[in-house]
């Protein structure tokens, strides 16, 4: 994808000024998306041939330890009833049962990543708030068991049932209805596809605050109930701050209007925002106001190879005073992933020559010319300053999106050599690349990494959003092996705790990390979530043997 | 302050390019802080000579309705006792339970406006968050009302007293702890004023993600718990998605220790939410981790009229297109305003002519020369597209500072006239003028307002932060009068309900706004507020009396 001949090389190496290449000007790329990031965090090894089943092994399976709590009552046929006489029309309900209708329920009850699989009979489809309030009080009244369900593109088990949960799916209430033009909010159904949502906002002259691998698929209802992070929250800020307004179904069927519009409404407790990464545990999202806004004209991206972790930081410093407003993202990969993504993808590397650390800026601002010229400044700078080595600057949206694909690649071809062990984890900034530096030693003294086919452990790389201290740990094996496993935890949830780091930056709880939290959340904390949750949701019928 | 001589004219009529104008380029400023906006919200009549009183009329003499609760205990010699030797030295416990120390207590009983006095005879000045628990716990167990207290500079009497609530002051709380130069994260506590912590990271080249007026008094720990908004909202967002983590203490004494540095961590309820715009009264903020953004080397100001509310609408369009992330703040003033500044300060206006509306922005960005290339091109857009008719732009800082004065001037020169009915208020845009216009138009049919003396109101006036939908109506009378309150209330409330906006935009709730939440809040939603409340404070001893 990435070849030479696609790039202008504008840095070559220390002391040789920008102003000496000529004719290096870019044309800058106008109203390009950011590119996508597939990142992803899977707790446990993941090994391509289980990556490709048809069918996950149920996750009470995988998790042995796990019973279906007795407490919850069980579908009957008078329950399926009032469902279809709720919601109406077929395709609102799938009903399974009475036995049958496994290829309709399977891709409700198991993740895309066919990690989970839960062994959920009915699916129901509300079409309004009304319906998800009259479902809810039902189930809270009969004490049966629900997971909600958005796009089900979630990366920790938080959209699947685990055992006969009812799922509650919002992909029929999906309409956008209304748009400020002038304040930029955005007023949706929670079921709302993020990238049609960015989509609708892109003719406006507009952009979602947030962006993700899975636009196409996940909802926005689901990007708030997890709290996604995603490429844009450097620029943006996170949905605490662009989540301005909220309905929501809470387990008795209480419907909470909190739709308001406004950047501004200091009358109370901010109740939304325990809604906002609460994983579908105390209450449905069915509404969204989300300030939206305005989108750049012009995009830039530059890659360049640095000495060391040191020097990132450095240039990360650098990248934020001298492009401040504009800069949008700061990618960090070691070279290890850089050397795997060039020997699977078999295409030249974006730059010649071996480089300890690369980086992976990109600017977004209303005007190309002068972003451009920061852009060119900034470069300059660090080079003259032997901050960075060498680097290159995407000529035109072409190589902007071959750069952004270079980087993204790196989680897919990590995974060809057998398994990876993923760790998705904020971590200060200056320890930041310790943690795949002593989880390298750690491996190392145990005996289990090398070149050899004897050793399971092939690679510990690292690479991530280091613009928001966000580490993507890939522990890379040849084999499953017990020893990893052991090696690894709870070293790495210790070595973590010992850095007041964060067990899960972005992709939440759900199943995978439940038995965790303690590692970034003090006991205190904890049980005054739990006292949040036994509030809101005294029956517990709300996405059940997840979360805290 | 603004004279003529000291503004360059850059746009002088429609369909004059900028281009004409010659030599007019501007020397940008450099490292200047925004200016500051004193705009208060006094709800009801504040006449100029009660300003100026020496002692404010007791709280519970304006408001006869309340009484003080007798399931609050009485301060005994044993508790008072308990607190000295808990606190030790004597400037952590100001003694007035005996008699007397009326001039020692009388900066903690009463606001700074002179609008609310509470009587209360202790205050408590913690030195660390275990005093903090201790004091609580204590109070907690005897059913001891207190009210926190940070710098005392809020305006809706939500940081005194209103009978005997015990005082605890924060301020001895005041050290800064850390700061990641690399991620801009800075831990402080809570009793930190604004101002020194803005200071601190002007120094290292970062800037606090909020400003306002009472910045050289007000506690960092004050504006989360009041959720200030203030001058930067527009540019950096709100506190929900600035402070990263929090310490605080609940009326148990518990310490809920949530001291994250990272900006992304996904691991369970974000409690700390609610103590954001929780106005002290489920618990006191201890310590705040604070997401601070690089403090902009260049800062422009643009001054200019326009025709009507439309034209002004499209004018912030327009600013959001084409300045983009660089622009920091965009006011609106209607012209009234404008005639009533220069009448009472005798200078200049900044522009000649009449124009119905006037609006400043100002932009803050990396680079100098490519903000003020950005504001020259906005402007001569919008004069050649006639949104705008007239407009200056401020040469160098000292400039700057004279047109933020003239807008801060507003609210000090609408009270001369005698007193002024103020609503500080969030309305969607496309309708926040019209109740300027409403209120003129139901004053004019009760025959209250004119320019003879038998008229109770002299003027109904609008201006605020556009940018946040947030608008100052401002009411300026001869004299009290019932008439004009009955015409107000509950006509301006009822009007924001019915456009959804929001009765208190940024200065919360307290004791001024406490009965009339339900214009911006459904019963739902502040029944489970309530129910927030009763969790975390059963005794209710949190600052009794205000919020909901």
Same mark, same amino acid.
């Not at 330890?65 to 006489?85: E, H």
């Not at 509650?168 to 209304?178: C, G, L, T, V």
């Not at 960015?198 to 605050?209: H, S, V, W």
């Not at 545990?281 to 989108?295: A, D, E, H, N, S």
């Given at each position: 994808? +990435? ?7 504008v840095?070559?190496s ?19 998306? !950011? ?10 090894? $993941?090994?391509?041939s ?31 009833a009032?469902? *279809?006489?709720?919601?109406g ?9 009475t ?11 198991? @993740?895309?990543?066919?990690k ?9 489809? !509300? ?7 009259q ?21 920790v ?28 909010s955005?007023?949706l @159904?929670?079921?709302? #596809? ?5 989509q ?14 899975a636009k196409?698929?996940?909802?926005? /209802?689901?990007t708030?109930?997890?709290?996604a ?10 949905l605490?701050?662009?989540?301005l /307004? ?8 209480? +419907?909470?209007?909190?739709l308001?519009?406004?950047?501004k ?14 994983e579908?545990?105390i ?5 969204l106001v ?31 005073k001298q492009?401040?407003?504009? $800069?949008?993202?700061?990618?960090l990969?070691?070279?290890?992933t850089q050397?795997?993504v060039?020997k699977?993808?078999g295409e ?5 020559? %071996?480089h ?14 002068h ?6 400044k900034f470069?300059? @700078? ?6 960075v080595?060498d680097?290159?600057?995407?000529q035109?949206e072409?190589?902007? *999106? ?12 990590i ?9 998705d ?11 795949v %530096?002593?989880?390298?030693a ?5 005996g ?5 086919? %004897?050793?399971? +452990? ?16 890939n ?7 017990a ?6 935890? !709870?070293?790495v ?15 939440g ?5 439940? &038995?965790y ?10 049980g005054?979530? *739990?006292?949040?949750? &036994?509030l809101?949701?005294p029956?517990?019928?709300?996405? !059940?043997?997840?979360? #805290?």
């Amino acid at each position: 994808m +990435v070849t030479r001949s696609r790039l202008v090389r504008v840095l070559q190496s220390p002391g040789r000024r920008m102003g000496a290449i000529g004719g290096a000007r870019l044309v800058p790329c106008h109203a390009i998306s !950011p590119a996508r990031c597939f990142a992803t965090s899977v707790p446990r090894l $993941l090994s391509q041939s289980q990556a490709v089943q048809h069918l996950a092994r149920l996750t009470s399976e995988t998790y042995p330890g796990l019973a279906r709590d007795a407490k919850y009552a069980s579908l009957t046929a008078d329950d399926v009833a009032y469902f *279809k006489n709720l919601l109406g029309g077929e395709q609102a309900v799938i009903d399974g049962t009475t036995g049958g209708a496994e290829d309709d329920l399977k891709p409700f009850n198991e @993740d895309w990543m066919h990690k989970y699989r839960g062994q959920g009979r009915l699916v129901l489809k !509300p079409g309004s708030t009304e319906d998800v309030s009259q479902i809810l009080k039902y189930c809270n009244d009969r004490k049966l068991a629900v997971v909600p369900q958005g796009g089900n593109t979630g990366l920790v088990g938080g959209s699947v049932p685990i055992f006969d949960e009812i799922i509650i799916n919002m992909s029929r209430m999906n309409q956008i209805h209304s748009f400020d033009e002038v304040s930029g909010s955005l007023v949706l @159904d929670a079921g709302c #596809i993020l990238e049609v949502a960015d989509q609708y906002l892109a003719e406006r002259g507009y952009i979602f605050p947030l962006d993700l691998g899975a636009k196409g698929s996940c909802h926005v /209802g689901g990007t708030v109930a997890t709290n996604a992070g995603g490429l844009r929250l450097l620029r943006y800020g996170s949905l605490h701050g662009n989540v301005l /307004g909220m309905e929501a179904v809470l387990p008795d069927g209480t +419907v909470m209007n909190d739709l308001c519009a406004l950047r501004k409404n200091n009358t109370g407790y901010d109740l939304k925002q325990l809604f906002i990464g609460g994983e579908g545990t105390i209450g449905i999202i069915t509404k969204l106001v989300i300030q939206c806004p305005q989108r750049s004209a012009a995009v830039n991206v530059a890659y360049f190879g640095l000495e060391s972790y040191e020097k990132a930081q450095l240039a990360f410093r650098e990248a934020k005073k001298q492009l401040g407003e504009i $800069l949008s993202a700061f990618e960090l990969m070691d070279s290890r992933t850089q050397q795997i993504v060039h020997k699977i993808k078999g295409e030249e590397r974006p730059l010649e020559g %071996e480089h300890p650390f690369y980086c992976l800026i990109e600017t977004s601002g209303s005007n190309g010319d002068h972003d451009y010229e920061k852009l060119e400044k900034f470069l300059e @700078d660090v080079l003259t300053k032997e901050i960075v080595v060498d680097g290159v600057v995407a000529q035109g949206e072409g190589q902007a *999106k071959a750069l952004w694909s270079w980087r993204e690649s790196i989680t897919e071809c990590i995974g060809h050599g057998g398994g990876v062990y993923k760790y998705d984890v904020s971590i200060p900034l200056a320890e930041m690349y310790s943690l795949v %530096e002593d989880v390298k030693a750690r491996m190392g003294e145990a005996g289990l990494i090398g070149e050899t086919e %004897e050793h399971p +452990v092939s690679a510990v790389v690292g690479y991530g959003h280091m613009g928001d201290s966000n580490l993507h740990l890939n522990v890379a094996v040849r084999r499953y092996d017990a020893k990893v496993e052991e090696a690894l935890e !709870p070293f790495v949830y210790e070595w973590i705790e010992k850095r007041n780091g964060s067990i899960s930056a972005e992709h939440g709880l759900g199943l995978a990390k439940k &038995k965790y939290v303690q590692y970034s959340r003090n006991e205190t904390v904890i049980g005054l979530m *739990k006292q949040i949750k &036994k509030l809101y949701d005294p029956n517990g019928i709300m996405n !059940p043997y997840k979360y #805290i």
